[in-house]
């Protein structure tokens, strides 16, 4: 469970070095989270990472905690385009006057909703007074997601590649399992030192955490996949129960959703097939 914020945790943004400080955001995120993390990257040159919150009050905490700091917002950074991350962009984008910035399908998946004004690839950078942020495209949560990294410092920005606490959705047709993998490895090959999520806490033990990561999404399509062979064709519904046991009945639509995105992975290497909403193990039908 993501640890309860007091308002002394949130009266201002933690500094957690020269280069990045953290302001928690209450959104209307998935349990068991109930923030979105905002973070200023600079000192007076600033980049303000996702002014996520929709709602009156929180927005005007982040504007008095900008405020009290002072510099100037050069731009406004979005991870991806999912509503606990942009609630208070067009707040920002009036109050300071900045561009609104994102991976180019985040700008497609946004458009008509929140207009960016400047599309940032794999491999580029930018710069704050106090050092430079590399662009990583991390798809797997979100097809246009993007990671930021500061080589100098081993800190990274991740959004929503992993949290503090617990795991993340993948919701197809947007999260894809094999894609996500594949970010999750890439980030590993950055060697981060500490992870900062757009939920719960710093992690500072960063490798062990994605490979933990990596591995957990491995048992969960090996629980499919052996759910799905001890019986006949069926429902990703109907294998919700025994792979989520401890979950409450109230949880597992979404469970469905992490179910059938494994199902998917399954289908294209040629371990299962579907028939509408019907799967099939094709290790037991002679298919492999």
Same mark, same amino acid.
């Given at each position: 469970m993501e640890r309860p914020l007091s308002r002394m945790d949130r009266s201002t943004f933690r500094q957690f070095s020269d280069e990045l400080a953290v302001l928690p955001l209450r959104t209307p995120t998935l349990p068991p989270a109930t923030h979105t993390n905002c973070y200023l990257l600079g000192d007076k040159r600033l980049t303000l990472v996702e002014p996520a919150s929709p709602w009156e009050d929180e927005q005007k905490h982040l504007v008095e905690c900008i405020d009290e700091r002072g510099g100037v917002v050069e731009r406004i950074f979005l991870t991806h385009h999912h509503l606990d991350h942009i609630g208070g962009v067009e707040m920002a984008r009036s109050r300071y006057g900045c561009p609104v910035v994102a991976h180019p399908r985040t700008a497609e998946l946004l458009d008509g909703q929140i207009r960016i004004d400047e599309v940032l690839r794999e491999g580029e950078t930018f710069d704050t007074d106090q050092g430079q942020w590399n662009v990583l495209h991390t798809p797997g949560h979100a097809s246009g997601h993007l990671c930021?990294?500061? +080589? +100098?410092?081993?800190?990274?920005?991740?959004?929503?590649? &992993?949290?503090?606490?617990?795991?993340? &959705?993948?919701?197809?047709? /947007?999260?894809?399992?094999?894609?996500?993998?594949?970010?999750? /490895?890439?980030?590993?090959?950055?060697?981060?030192?500490?992870?900062?999520?757009?939920?719960?806490?710093?992690?500072?033990?960063?490798?062990? +955490?994605?490979? @933990?990561?990596?591995?957990? +999404?491995?048992?969960?399509?090996?629980?499919?996949? /052996?759910?799905?062979?001890?019986?006949?064709?069926?429902?990703?519904?109907?294998? &919700?129960?025994?792979?989520?046991? %401890?979950?409450?009945?109230?949880?597992?639509?979404?469970? @469905?959703? @992490?179910?059938?995105?494994?199902?998917?992975?399954? %289908?294209? %290497?040629?371990?299962?097939?579907?028939?509408?909403? !019907?799967?099939? !193990?094709l290790e037991v039908s002679g298919g492999r």
């Open positions: 930021l990294a500061n +080589r +100098r410092t081993g800190d990274f920005v991740v959004g929503d590649m &992993v949290a503090g606490e617990g795991t993340i &959705v993948l919701d197809p047709p /947007e999260g894809v399992l094999a894609d996500y993998l594949a970010s999750l /490895e890439r980030l590993r090959s950055e060697a981060p030192k500490v992870l900062h999520p757009a939920h719960g806490d710093a992690i500072l033990d960063a490798d062990d +955490r994605l490979r @933990q990561y990596i591995e957990h +999404r491995h048992m969960r399509t090996q629980q499919v996949r /052996e759910a799905l062979g001890a019986g006949g064709p069926a429902h990703s519904m109907d294998l &919700v129960p025994g792979i989520y046991p %401890e979950l409450p009945v109230t949880f597992h639509g979404v469970a @469905q959703r @992490q179910v059938l995105c494994h199902l998917h992975w399954l %289908e294209a %290497e040629g371990y299962v097939r579907s028939d509408g909403d !019907s799967w099939t !193990s």
